[in-house]
């Protein structure tokens, strides 16, 4: 058993999560607002290493008014990189940080005085290891906030159940600009995961887009 997924991001028209630069201001107040509530709803919100080290994310419920608790914060970080002055250690509520056999055993103790560890597969961390304890640690439902590389993954290894994304009228390009899915790609569309639409309506200047996941990964 696993939690229920859904990936979130704000994307531009062109499909990136970010510029070159890594800038990722794309989404507008509304739709701060939107994300804001679906982490009123969820369990536990996760995110890749690399979107902890370019934003230093607070993971936490604080653009609305809510009486809502934290969602237990989530962080796939292999080799236990993660900065012990990182902002989310900060907020009210738990922090997990989610490494693997390589990361180093000095620095989880670190780590440990922040955050509980929970330490899942050789390598990478391995997602659906990671899935499994939080499932049984209460998860039941989960917040995928990226990046990229952590969205294709999580998509690659069938355990996203709902995209959702706001599409924000601007168009940013670039090669080395992060898309809303990167990795290895599927190689052919036919591959590709396969997602229904259910809802879609405008808010503000942005267009939101709702679908089921059709067809998973692996
Ligand atoms: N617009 C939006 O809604 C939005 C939302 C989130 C992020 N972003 C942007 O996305 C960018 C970061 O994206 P990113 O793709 O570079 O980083 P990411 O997906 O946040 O993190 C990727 C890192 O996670 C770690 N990881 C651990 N286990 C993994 C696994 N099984 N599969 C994949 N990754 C795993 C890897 O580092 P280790 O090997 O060291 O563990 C990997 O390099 C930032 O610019 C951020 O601003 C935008």
């Given at each position: 058993?696993?939690?229920?997924?859904?990936?979130?991001?704000?994307?531009?028209?062109?499909?990136?999560?970010?510029?070159?630069?890594?800038?990722?201001?794309?989404?507008?107040?509304?739709?701060?607002?939107?994300?804001?509530?679906i982490?009123?709803?969820?369990?536990?919100?996760?995110?890749?290493?690399?979107?902890?080290?370019?934003?230093?994310?607070?993971?936490?419920?604080?653009?609305?008014?809510?009486?809502?608790?934290?969602?237990?914060?989530?962080?796939?970080?292999?080799r236990?990189?993660?900065?012990?002055?990182?902002r989310?250690?900060?907020?009210?509520?738990?922090?997990?940080?989610?490494?693997?056999?390589?990361?180093?055993?000095?620095?989880?103790?670190?780590?440990?005085?922040?955050?509980?560890?929970?330490?899942?597969?050789?390598?990478k961390?391995?997602?659906?290891?990671?899935?499994r304890?939080l499932?049984?640690?209460?998860?039941?439902?989960?917040?995928?906030?990226?990046?990229?590389?952590?969205?294709?993954?999580?998509?690659?290894?069938?355990?996203?159940?709902?995209?959702?994304?706001?599409?924000?009228?601007?168009?940013?390009?670039?090669?080395?600009?992060?898309?809303?899915?990167?990795?290895?790609?599927?190689?052919?569309?036919?591959?590709?995961?396969?997602?229904?639409?259910?809802?879609?309506?405008?808010?503000?200047?942005?267009?939101?887009?709702?679908?089921?996941?059709?067809?998973?990964?692996?």
């Open positions: 058993m696993r939690p229920h997924v859904i990936l979130n991001a704000g994307v531009t028209a062109d499909g990136k999560i970010a510029t070159r630069t890594g800038d990722s201001a794309i989404s507008s107040k509304e739709d701060l607002e939107r994300v804001h509530r982490r009123e709803s969820v369990d536990a919100i996760m995110v890749g290493i690399g979107t902890v080290l370019l934003d230093d994310p607070r993971l936490s419920i604080h653009k609305i008014d809510s009486h809502a608790e934290n969602p237990i914060r989530v962080v796939a970080d292999s236990a990189r993660i900065p012990l002055s990182a989310m250690f900060n907020e009210k509520g738990t922090t997990i940080i989610a490494v693997s056999a390589k990361a180093d055993k000095e620095r989880v103790r670190k780590i440990e005085k922040r955050a509980e560890v929970y330490v899942c597969g050789a390598e961390v391995d997602l659906k290891c990671l899935m304890k499932y049984r640690r209460g998860v039941q439902t989960l917040l995928l906030e990226g990046g990229g590389n952590l969205n294709y993954s999580m998509l690659r290894s069938g355990l996203v159940d709902e995209v959702r994304f706001a599409i924000a009228p601007r168009l940013v390009g670039g090669r080395d600009a992060v898309s809303l899915v990167e990795g290895e790609g599927f190689p052919t569309v036919a591959e590709g995961v396969e997602l229904e639409l259910l809802k879609h309506y405008s808010l503000g200047r942005d267009l939101i887009l709702e679908y089921r996941v059709v067809r998973k990964g692996d």
